[in-house]
């Protein structure tokens, strides 16, 4: 097996400009053999001291060391070639990006249900996340993307999320007032209008620029997420809420993955599988570690007792009832292991 480029071209972006993404594409077929399928995994997160990207990377490293001469795949991390939103799934959907891993909050688009991912307070911690992901009900809603011409094939980890604006923010009512950049899922925007803040949908490419700028006073994401993309270096503190959770829905093409040998895809799910179960595991260790890293930094962290915790979670919690309808309240019980709605 000769050496593999895994990540593609830096200038791919360029050259979409010039040539239209089509065609750029076609060209990138960085270290990739005559007659193996071309596999490209689109991604907005940094490739090294992240959970997705080095899920991926890992990903990638197995398919061209295991599938060599067949399946060739090609990461384009940082939002290198795509932001996670529509144009992305328009994108899979006509089959120039074989495989993404989108954040939750970005699937509603998919099926209702996935906004129970979204509910703030849900879960207790990573495991409890990761536990609700094997039940028949997570793996459904997975399945519920069946006909929209992409397939969900895993979940894959990261953190939980955390506040952070360009003001002190001791407790709730001290958000009111300003404007948090969002993923873009009703549930978010709900909770920010009990919050009395304003809102602004926004790709995570953007994000530092609009923190830097004051375009918007705020934002909320992982450990990882705001360590690998330095946000804390243009906020003036970070709470440590763990409100909600940033996590993924591995999805691919169902064109190109029906379009595989039956013993291939197969083979193909289980490494997959495979990579879930480690780097799920991993995404524990990255965010303690860039956990670390944020808390050596300047940037002062307000780490929460039960009760300035509990204000948060008085706050926020409504949003539950709110969505009930549209998620449903057995989907919730699932998820929460039982608490119910109205609590
Ligand atoms: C965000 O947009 O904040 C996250 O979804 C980015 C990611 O993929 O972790």
């Not at 040539?19 to 940094?46: N, P, Y």
């Not at 990207?53 to 060391?65: F, H, P, S």
């Not at 300047?298 to 969505?323: E, G, S, Y």
Request: net charge negative; with cysteine.
């Amino acid at each position: 097996m000769r050496m593999r480029q895994i990540t593609g071209l830096i200038g791919v972006g360029l050259l979409t400009g010039a040539l239209g993404t089509d065609t750029a594409l076609a060209a990138d077929t960085s270290g990739c053999q005559d007659g193996e399928r071309v596999i490209r995994f689109s991604h907005v997160t940094a490739e090294t001291g992240h959970p997705k990207g080095r899920a991926a990377k890992a990903l990638a490293e197995r398919v061209n060391a295991e599938f060599d001469g067949t399946l060739c795949m090609i990461i384009y991390p940082n939002a290198e070639l795509y932001s996670d939103n529509e144009e992305l799934f328009a994108a899979m959907q006509a089959g120039e990006v074989q495989m993404a891993a989108p954040s939750l909050a970005k699937m509603s688009g998919f099926s209702k249900g996935f906004q129970v991912f979204d509910l703030p307070f849900m879960f207790r911690d990573m495991i409890h996340v990761i536990d609700f992901t094997y039940t028949d009900e997570a793996q459904g809603l997975l399945r519920s993307m069946d006909g929209t011409g992409l397939t969900g094939l895993a979940y894959w980890m990261n953190g939980m999320r955390q506040i952070s604006a360009n003001r002190a923010l001791e407790a709730p009512g001290d958000v009111a007032g300003l404007r948090f950049r969002i993923q873009g899922s009703p549930v978010e925007r709900a909770y920010y209008g009990l919050l009395g803040a304003d809102v602004q949908k926004m790709s995570f490419s953007k994000v530092f620029g609009a923190l830097e700028s004051g375009e918007v006073d705020g934002q909320e994401n992982s450990w990882s997420n705001i360590y690998t993309k330095a946000f804390h270096t243009v906020q003036h503190s970070i709470n440590e809420t763990n409100h909600s959770l940033i996590a993924y829905a591995l999805i691919v093409s169902t064109d190109f993955w029906q379009g595989l040998p039956r013993r291939q895809r197969d083979q193909l799910n289980l490494v997959i599988q495979e990579v879930t179960h480690e780097y799920n595991g991993f995404a524990f260790q990255l965010d303690e570690v860039n956990r670390s890293k944020v808390f050596e930094s300047d940037t002062p962290v307000r780490v929460l007792d039960a009760d300035a915790r509990q204000l948060w979670v008085n706050t926020l919690r409504p949003v539950w009832q709110q969505f009930e309808g549209e998620i449903g309240a057995g989907l919730i019980a699932a998820a929460s292991g039982g608490a119910v709605v109205n609590q």
